[in-house]
T-cell receptor
């Protein structure tokens, strides 16, 4: 069974600090997909990134970067120079391949509450 | 705006009642998913439809059912409601059956009193 663990329940930083959100996953599939979503105080879930299991290249998008390491089953998310608007709950999620029976189901971690203070 | 719409935004009802939540996917998306978010269970997958057919089921209660119509909109029916069903219900959509990013609607907040 697939599982996603976000060990950090809450993180509090001061604006302009860098912060890394950890995500560790478990799956028996060789083909799978990893995602990060942001849930701001308004409540909607906003898609941030998708990674497939064959693409271990790190990705950078503005102040956001993601580090995918299959060897440690981790998909960590770093925000550089954090801003107050980054305050939100961040979810890591895993989806199995078509070969599994779960199809597109996303298995979410418990989320990390990030608070950025001015 | 994700392009996924959900109605109603809020719903307050009594125990034992039945409600219907509605979702319209993004244009061109064939897969629709339903998720439940609660404080104790987190975000849980309920059910997936692809092009009108049920394709995957999660821990969805027997009191809950869903369907996807020919125009691809979906409805989630919750019956014999209990206090514990109070939660935020999200609909999401994606283009393909699996592997794609899912775009989420704004959610329906259900309160059972």
């Amino acid at each position: 069974a697939q599982k996603v663990t976000q060990a950090q329940t809450e993180i509090s930083v001061v604006e302009k600090e860098d912060v890394t959100l950890d995500c560790v996953y478990e799956t028996r599939d060789t083909t799978y997909y990893l995602f990060w979503y942001k849930q701001p105080p308004s409540g909607e879930l906003v898609f941030l990134i998708r990674r497939n299991s064959f693409d271990e290249q790190n990705e950078i998008s503005g102040r956001y970067s993601w580090n995918f390491q299959k060897s440690t089953s981790s998909f960590n998310f770093t925000i550089t120079a954090s801003q107050v608007v980054d305050s939100a709950v961040y979810f890591c999620a895993l989806s199995e391949s078509l070969g599994g029976t779960s199809y597109g189901k996303l298995t979410f971690g418990q989320g990390t509450i990030l608070t950025v203070h001015p | 705006d994700s392009g996924v719409t959900q109605t109603p935004k809020h719903l307050i009802t009594a125990t034992g009642q039945r409600v219907t939540l509605r979702c319209s996917p993004r244009s061109g998306d064939l897969s629709v998913y339903w998720y439940q978010q609660s404080l104790d269970q987190g975000l849980q997958f309920l059910i997936q439809y692809y092009n009108g057919e049920e394709r995957a089921k999660g821990n969805i209660l027997e009191r809950f059912s869903a369907q996807q119509f020919p125009d691809l909109h979906s409805e989630l029916n919750l019956s014999s409601l209990e206090l514990g069903d109070s939660a935020l219900y999200f609909c999401a959509s994606s283009v393909r059956l699996a592997g794609d990013e899912q775009y989420f609607g704004p959610g329906t907040r259900l309160t059972v009193t």
